[in-house]
Every structure is written in structure tokens, then in C-alpha cells.
């Protein structure tokens, strides 16, 4: 099979070094050898033991003899057009590009199915971990009906630098930067985008139906403070940022935001650059998937399985995918309960929410000498904003976090 890598990036090039350094098994494993013929990047490499490069697409798609194509450029512009082209060629593409899947995933698959080729994404979620084709293979025989997942390996890293080493948030992105976790413009991770493309992903394919990433609420990690973490740990909890999403009648809700885990919670301690995802279906109960979710070799390793999984079947359409979207489909997500940790600025003595049903905690030092924390009891969004216009109306809020407590 003579394949072509389309960006050169952390993906690509680690995709390059598997292929390179494990001929013989990748021979052993798919029965024939794996041969990379083509290198699409705007960038010179010089130093680099291929000699393959090309600035030009139209080298990979009119050369007949590439039956596959990985693509690892990231973004949809120019990706989404190459990779439609190269579908419509009768090309088999692997991605690892999300943004790519989740805007345009149900028509290039489509396209693939037309065409008897496939399109496939396993390391579009997750990085290394297997989590993409669980849930179209080994998980098919389940009504899905949750997923929560800590899904961005760089704000998972941000997170545990700052409760673990007490860094702050530039030191830690600086440094997720620079083991190649972040992407090229980080507020896609900080922001939470990135989740949220990852768990429409994720929710398309669980569930069945088209989710579009743009109409998921998403909130990031910018406004949590070392200040959020000490109060979530005096409480017993840690602070990810996670994507979830679940089933309901005629729809499923779904939400990116951070929120505060309880320490006991199977997602609570997993740190640094690792991803966890937790998916419960109704036959099978809770499923875990854990693993390295960014940097080079492991996201590469998830697009090499692609490769060897598209050799092996190469004359057969692999199914997969969902349905196209449907208005009303994502539900409200105010209408779903959580328990909420408000910080405020004031004293405790003579507050109201000193009641049964709520948590409230003080810290001592200097810092905290003028503030305290407020768990409330589970409530709807909409109950939680009738709270805050009518208990907190006197409080000057300095951070709110949701609790997840299943
Ligand atoms: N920036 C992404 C992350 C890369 O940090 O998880 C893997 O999708």
C-alpha cells in the first residue's frame, strides 16, 4: 500500500517515524508492506530521512498508485476540500483532525460509503486511546446512554500543574506548548473548543445523530484560580475540564465546562497530559477508557492502527457514522440538575445559605479573610439563576464551578 502524509506537524511526523521504524511488523500485521510515497507540507525539511516532499495536492491526488491518505493538517480550510477530493478519487483517508470530523464528518463519510472506501478518525478523540472504534465495534450491542470525558490533554495539563505544583495558568500552558500537547492557536483548548468538537464527535457516534460542536454551551478553564482549586480540594474534589453528553427522550443534552470532581470519582485522578473517558451503556454499565491524549507518538499510533485496519479491509467499507442532524435534537441544558460551588466575596456569619442542604466553606489566610464558598444542593440551570438573582444578589461571585456527582 503506498500512502501519502498530509502535514508534517507533531501528528505527521510521528506517524512518518512509526511507519519508518516498524516495517517488518506492520508487513506481519496487514500482509503487505506500507510504503510512504508523498509528504504534503508548505514547510522545507531538510534534515528529515524522507525525501518525498511535496508542496503541491495535486501530486497525492492524481497519483493513482496512493490508495490511502493520512491526513494530519488540522483545521477545515484546506483540509475539508482535500479530503472530499480524495474521497471522491477513491482514496481512503485516516484523520486525526476533529474540527474536520465533527463539522463536515457526515458528509465525507457519506462519500466514503458511496465510493466503498473509508474514512476513519480514532485518533480524532482521545489521541492514543481506543475510543472511536468501541464505540461502533465492541460497544454496538449497548444503548448508550452517557459519556463524560476528560478530553484535551493540554487544559488537563494546566489543571494538574496548577493543584499539583501550584503553578500558574501561563507557566503551565507555556508548558504543555512545549511538550506539543496544545494546538497551534492554544485558546482552542483553553477555551474548551476543543473538547466540545471532541464530544459532538463522540455523542454523533454514541447516540447515532449528527451533533453540531457549535450548538454545544462550552465554557473553558480561563477564569479558574488557584484560589477555585484550594476550596474545591477543602471539599474533597479536584477541577477538570470535561465533555458530556446523555441521552434523553427525543434527544440528549450535552455541555463542556470545568467542573469539580469528587475525589472518588473514576475521572478524579487522572492527570497531566491523560484523558479519561467514561461511557455507561444500558447492558454493560460503566466503561472506562483511559490513555495518553495528546503529543506525537501516541496520536500517531491511533492513526497508524487506521492505516493497518484500512489495509487489512482495504476492499471493504467499514461501517460507521450517524444520522444526519434533526432541529430540537440537543436539549436545553439548563434544564439538566447539578450541584454548584459559588465563591463569594463577604462573610459567612449572616448568610442564608448557612441552611441544611448547602456546604459552606471557609479557608484560613490572609487571602481567604474576606470571602467564603457556598456548595448549593442540586438544582436546574434555571433554578441556579433564580438562586443567584435573588440570594446572591448582595454577593460579588468570584468564581462558579458545576459539581458532577455521579
Ligand atoms: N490539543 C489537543 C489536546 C491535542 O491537548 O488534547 C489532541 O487532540
Redesign the pocket.
Known sequence: MKIAIMGYG??GSGVGEIISSSQESLKKRCGEEIEIVSILDLRDFPDSSFKCFTKDFNDILSNDEIGLVVEVMGGTKPAYEFTKQLLLAGKHVVT?N?ELVAKHGTELLKIAREKNINYLFE?????GIPIIRPLYSSLVSNELTDIIGI???????ILTQMIKEGASFEEALAG?QANG???KD?T??VEGY??CR?IAILTSLAFGKYVNSEDIETEGITSITLEDVEYAAEFGGVIKLVGMSKRVENGAFARVCPVILKKDHPLAGIDD?F?GILVKGEALGDVMFYGR???SLP?ASAVVSDVIDIVKHKDTHIILGWTDGEEGYLKDPDEQSFRYYVRLCGSSDSASMCREGFNVITLDGEKYANEFAVFTPEMTGKEFNEFKRTELAGYDIRGCIRLVTE
Open positions: 507533531v501528528v486525526s476533529k485518533a480524532s478523540v482521545g489521541g478530553l484535551n490533554g493540554t487544559t488537563n495539563y504543555a500537547y496544545a494546538e492554544p482552542a483548548d476543543d473538547t471532541k497530559v484523558n491524549g495528546a503529543g496520536t
